[in-house]
């Protein structure tokens, strides 16, 4: 049995370190760096070796926090990582109304003390270098989209050259980062195995199924609710009284979303699944974004089974599955027209 059970937040940013929890420090700010990273695992760890319980909070900083949590999982202390906004919500909830340093490693101990969010796991090294290339390509995406703005307004001919030969660059630098997504997958078996089987699905094309293996680990191990709420596709009731108010979808993993509204509107083309789908609802008169949510979450769990079942995808499966139910509907019929009690 655990002798004690401490929770630590702690609240980092680039420069520093902010602790709350820590034995003998209620407050603590160490610089973030490799040594503040090692000093804080030896202490934990020390703590989790003489039997007591050991939690660590921090939340999601841009990647700030990637260090330290490296450096805690060697050392084998559990750290979750949590969502910024629950944290600020759940601080204002306690009035804590402030945001400074200080008081965000003080929700975040006292958040972890009623929630007792799971530790989140380190990914693995190849998984990690493609969470990499796919973040810095979306910020060359992003650059890319902001220049390309920006050149409509300048009059200087001059300053159109050399925004233009920023932006041939910037094209070329997410050409070249497409590529290394790609080799990345193809070299590790399981990734390729993965995105291999995301890709006969049609509408997944080789950087959305890199996506999808590199933020959602997690599908073919989850039934249909657990991976449509990971991905943020489960839509939330908005009742009172008599009220029933429209259903929206919120939170979960942003940019798995994005994948799936690229896989969602090419597949409106491309696959007769989801285009079937899709007109069926805005015959019903739905709303075409909520038609095309809608294709997103049949896309998700169809793909979730894809990998469940570690088979390509089947043009006729939904076809097969039709027929196969109306044949049992009718071998059910038969069987209680024939029977005993029925005549």
């Known amino acids: 049995m655990p002798c004690q059970v401490y929770c630590i937040g702690i609240d980092a940013s680039t420069q520093f370190l902010d602790t709350h929890g820590l034995p003998g420090h209620t407050r603590r700010r160490l610089p973030n760096s490799p ?13 989790r070796e003489g039997g007591n319980d050991v939690l660590v909070v921090m939340e999601a900083s841009g990647g700030c926090e990637r260090g330290l949590h490296h450096a805690l999982a060697a050392a084998g202390v559990a750290t979750a990582i ?9 601080a204002r909830s306690n009035g804590w109304l402030a945001k400074t340093d200080r ?3 003080r929700a975040l101990k006292a958040f972890g003390e009623a929630n007792r969010p ?22 060359v995406l992003a650059e890319i989209t902001a220049r ?16 233009g030969a920023a932006l041939e660059a910037l094209r070329g630098q997410a050409a070249e980062l497409a590529e290394q997504i790609a080799m990345t997958v193809y070299c590790d078996a399981e990734l390729s195995r993965r995105a291999a089987l995301l890709r006969s699905f049609k509408g997944v094309g080789p950087l ?17 609710k657990q991976v449509a709420s990971l991905a943020g596709l489960a839509p939330f009731a908005c009742d009172s009284g008599t ?13 798995v979303r994005h994948a799936l509204f690229h896989v969602a509107r090419i597949g409106l ?17 739905k709303a075409g974004k909520v038609a095309l949510v809608a294709c997103m979450r049949k896309a998700l769990v169809m793909l979730n089974a894809l990998l469940k079942a570690g088979e390509p995808w089947d043009p006729d499966h939904e076809a097969k599955k039709a027929d196969q139910a109306a044949l049992r509907k009718t071998a059910t019929a038969v069987a209680e027209a024939t029977s005993p009690a029925a005549a």
């Open 103 to 105: 008081v965000d490693a």
């Open 243 to 255: 009220l029933r108010g429209v259903r929206r979808i919120y939170g979960g993993r942003a940019k």
């Open 208 to 224: 959305t199924s890199a996506m999808l293996v590199a933020y959602l680990p997690e599908l073919g191990s989850l039934n249909e």
């Open 269 to 285: 083309r491309w696959n007769p699944v989801l285009k079937k789908l899709y007109e069926r609802l805005k015959a019903r008169g």
């Open 82 to 90: 949590v969502n910024p906004k629950r944290v600020r919500d759940f």
């Open 35 to 47: 040594e503040s990273h090692g000093e804080l695992a030896t202490i934990l760890s020390a703590l």
């Open 118 to 139: 799971r530790a989140t796991p380190i990914p693995e090294p190849v998984r990690a270098e493609l969470i990499e290339l796919l973040d810095y390509r979306d910020q």
């Open 148 to 163: 390309s703005h920006q050149i409509e307004h300048f009059h200087s001919e001059a300053m159109r050259q050399v925004a």
